[in-house]
């Protein structure tokens, strides 16, 4: 594991291909550490706004042979098969690298999509690295404080690009080859996942009963039943009826696609990651395709028929022990 904010190596020039809610962030602190940075997104306001605000910073001009100067190049999209798109279909950007490029996929990807998109990139020799994020709390990417899961099958490699990935993290972990990294992250997803539909099903229920869902959650946060989101997304977002931690519902319903399909190949049978897939699937129907998925919240009331009580900020018991774990999560680090 490695910590936050090392010197520039070698490598002087990166390539960043996605600005949604977490790439944004993590990607203006890149040029922050001295890289020259090229940016390209599907919105093009982002990108503007990218090479406007921040140093050493110019936005991809439509030409893959712009990135040809870039020794990295790092992706963070939707899935694996956009980011295969994006390099090797309509964007066509790997026709534009120079042999020896390294790819650093931080998207959430499936493991065996990512293996296959390695041996593809391969051919056209480049390297391709997984190192999808998760958080200590969200928006920890704003701080460059995330955690990243790296795959690689070069160790070589995989110190090469660790700096330019300290910029954006605050740990590194090296999981393995290839796709490992991208396999912790969909089991991560699957364990916070569980955890929403254990604390939605409490909620609902413990209301009914008559209990208070804002008091319920601060005796979680400082008890055994304490997870991510009740000391973070759903005592902040969730509870409040903000909707807004930036991390879409769809996109975890998908994620729980790839634990099924991860747990199948293990040849371990389980029902968990369906069921908890169908619940955050059927939420997804009862809100918006763009939905934060903390408003996943919403589609249990209409299943209980309980509207729970919203809280209009976070309770001082609440962000008194938030402040405390974290704390001790960076002492640790």
């Known amino acids: 594991m490695s910590v936050t904010n090392g010197q520039p190596p070698a490598v002087k020039n990166v390539g960043y291909i996605g600005l949604g809610n977490a790439g944004f962030s993590m990607a203006s602190n890149i040029p922050k550490s001295g890289y020259n940075l090229i940016v390209h997104d599907v919105d093009t306001a982002k990108v503007r706004k ?90 920890a990417t704003d701080a460059g404080e995330s955690t990243l899961m790296v795959g690689s099958d070069s160790r070589e490699t995989f110190e090469k690009v660790e700096p330019i990935l300290r910029c954006m993290a605050g740990y590194i972990f090296h999981m393995g080859g290839l796709g490992k990294g991208h396999a912790m ?46 000391m973070d997304t759903f005592r902040r977002d969730g509870i409040t009826g903000r909707y807004n931690s930036g991390f879409g519902l769809a996109l975890l319903v998908k994620d729980l696609g790839i634990t099924e399909e991860f ?6 049978e389980t029902e968990l990651p369906g069921l908890a897939k169908r619940y955050l699937g059927d939420a997804l129907k009862e809100v918006e395709p763009m939905a934060d998925h903390t408003k996943a919240l919403v589609g ?34």
């Open 50 to 139: 990218a090479a406007s605000e921040w140093p050493n910073t110019t936005a991809w001009n439509g030409d893959p042979r712009q990135f040809q100067d870039c020794e990295v190049v790092v992706t963070m999209l939707p899935q694996g098969k956009i980011v295969r798109e994006v390099l090797l279909g309509k964007d066509n950007i790997a026709s534009g690298l120079k042999p020896g490029t390294i790819i650093v996929d931080t998207s959430s990807s499936s493991p065996f999509d990512t293996q296959a998109l390695g041996k593809e990139l391969a051919q056209h020799q480049l390297q391709l690295v997984d190192s999808p994020i998760t958080q200590t709390y969200m928006h």
């Open 185 to 230: 992250k969909t089991l991560n997803n699957y364990i916070m996942a569980s955890s929403i539909c254990a604390l939605a099903d409490s909620l609902v229920t413990g209301q009914k009963y008559g209990l208070d869902p804002q008091q319920m959650i601060d005796v979680l946060n400082v008890g055994t039943g304490v997870n991510f989101p009740t």
């Open 263 to 268: 747990m199948k190949y293990n040849e371990f």
């Open 300 to 333: 249990w009331e209409k299943r209980s028929g309980v509207q729970l009580k919203r809280t209009k900020s976070v309770s001082d018991i609440q962000q008194k022990d938030f402040d405390h774990r974290l704390k001790g999560l960076n002492r640790e680090g």
